[in-house]
Structures are given as C-alpha cells and as structure tokens.
C-alpha cells in the first residue's frame, strides 16, 4: 500500500531514482515552434520600426533622385537620370555648403578635446566635482532650439548682454554675425553645448583606466603630462574614436542652429542639409533636386566614416 501511495505521486522507492517522464515529441515540437514564433515576433518589432521610419523614406529619396518631381508625390514625375545632380553640382551655393559643413565640423574636434580636458580634471578628488558635471552636460540635455535662441540674444548687436559687458554699444557694438565672426561664433556655440556628453563619456572611460600602469610608469620616474599622454590616452582611445565618428556624422547634418540663426552673409550658413531644405522650400526647385543632394551628403559621410575607421588602426588601442 505504501509502495503504491509513492508510485502515485510520482515518488521514487528507496535506492531508485525518480524519473520525470518527458513530454511527447509533437507537445515538444508545438512548444519549441510557439516559443521561436513568440521570440522573433518581439524581434521583429525594430526591424519593422526601422523598415517604415529609415528603409521606406531612404529608398523612396533614392528614387526621387533620379525624376523630375512636381510636389512631393510622383504623380506626373519625369524619369531624368542624372539631371538633378547636374543641376545642383552647377549650383556655387551648392559646392559653398560642402565647405562651410567642414568648417563646422571643426567643433566637434575642439568640443572633443576640450571635453578630455574638463573631464580629467573632474575624475581627480575635487570638492563639488558632481555638480560641476551636472552644470556640464545641462546644454546637451536641452533643446537646441532654446539654446540658439539664448545664444542670439546674447550675441545681438544692439541689445545683446555680452557687448553690454564688453562696453560696446552704437557704432562701436561688435556684429557677432557678420562675415568675418559668424563661422567662429557658431562654432562656440556647438562646442559649449556639445561638450557635456563627451564629458559624461570620457569621465566613464577615465575611471577604467589601468591603475597598475598608471602608478608604474610613476615609478619609472615620468611626469604627469608623459603618463597622460602615454598611459591614460591609449587607454581610452576607443572612447575618443567612437565620440569622433558619432561627432563627425552629427557635424556633417547640421542643420537646426543655421537655420534659426537666419540668413549670413556671403551664404556662410549654408551647409549641405541646409542647401537641401532650401532647394526643397525656397529655391522653388523640386523634390528630385532636394534628393540627389542628399544622396551626395550620404556619400559625404560614407566616405569620412570610412577613412575614419583605416586611420583608427594607427591610433586606437583596444588591448591597452
């Protein structure tokens, strides 16, 4: 009886071991296929995002490259090859947007270093480091349109606090953009507000550094200059390879800054997105046009992401 009490809850006898009996083969197979069905459903979810809101839109601009839209449907588009390429590489505004985007990307490069340098001073004991962080990376937290709007006001030639300061009013009050200073002062303005989450990353990578190497070469008698330069810098140079690329993609789509700026002089705000949103707007020229201009800042940015990626191999060290 009690032999039969123990089989019944599947309890196993003294000296046998309990056997769990496994399922069918067909519930095991319905089991599997409902959890692979479930899996690639929750999978599918970006790749359904990314198809409607990057792949669509990236190849239908790519088609509209090559016709002669009217308005921003292809209703009555006319197939014109190359046409819209050759009417913008005959543009001189257009070929003046390839070098004022250069021009601009010039601030990720001072924002990059300038963040390294903030940064390691904070990842030192200092009193109140948190704080200074934190009044660090609120620019880049904030809206660029807030933050250009500010810095316009700042910079007004009539009424702007800083020629206020400066003591410069009338005739003597400092046009901070005109064509000898807009590029200079636009620049300023990106790497004040760019600065904040290179320094929110290089902070990270500061305080993974090897510190066995750092108080090594200490011993062996180099100063602080030769331990940053040798010992802290390859160590956190893949950080400073992803901050450059992510930089120099984002410097290349300026955009938002120029365009509440208004219209510079000498066409000095006109960078390659820019160009695109005029030729689309203003230029009463067509989608066909706006496209083929953007088709040339992809291959912009194709061709500086790749030589970024063959230099990387001289430079970042990802064994340090």
Do not use: H
Request: glycine share 8%; charged share 15%; aromatic share 14%.
């Amino acid at each position: 009886m009690e032999q039969e009490t123990f089989a019944e809850f599947g309890v196993a006898d003294e000296g046998k071991s309990a056997e769990i009996p496994a399922k069918p083969p067909k519930k095991r197979f319905k089991a599997s296929l409902r959890e692979e069905l479930v899996g690639t459903a929750l999978a599918s979810i970006p790749l359904v995002g990314f198809a409607i809101f990057a792949l669509v839109p990236l190849v239908t601009a790519l088609a509209m490259a090559f016709f002669k839209m009217k308005g921003f449907g292809f209703d009555g588009a006319k197939w014109v090859g190359f046409g819209n390429f050759a009417t913008i590489f005959k543009d001189p505004i257009f070929w003046k947007s390839i070098p004022n985007t250069l021009i601009f990307a010039i601030g990720t490069l001072v924002s990059q270093v300038l963040a390294l340098l903030v940064a390691y001073f904070l990842s030192r004991e200092i009193k109140g480091r948190k704080v200074f962080r934190m009044i660090y990376f609120m620019p880049y937290v904030c809206s660029v349109v807030a933050l250009t709007l500010m810095w316009k006001t700042i910079f007004n030639t009539n009424y702007g606090i800083l020629n206020q300061i400066l003591g410069k009013s009338g005739e003597n009050a400092i046009n901070w953009f005109s064509p000898n200073l807009y590029r200079s002062t636009v620049i300023f303005m990106g790497v004040w507000s760019g600065m904040g989450y290179g320094i929110l990353l290089y902070t990270a990578a500061l305080t993974n550094v090897n510190k066995s190497c750092v108080e090594a070469a200490k011993i062996d008698g180099a100063n602080a200059f030769r331990v940053f330069w040798s010992v802290v810098l390859p160590s956190i140079s893949p950080t400073s390879f992803y901050l450059l690329v992510t930089g120099v993609i984002g410097a290349l789509q300026a955009f938002a800054v120029q365009n509440l700026l208004g219209v510079s002089p000498d066409n000095q705000d006109v960078t390659i997105v820019y160009y695109m949103y005029r030729r689309m707007l203003e230029y009463s020229g067509t989608m066909g046009e706006a496209s083929a201009s953007a088709f040339v800042l992809a291959i912009l940015i194709l061709i500086v992401t790749v030589a970024q990626f063959l230099v990387s191999k001289f430079w970042v060290k990802e064994d340090v």
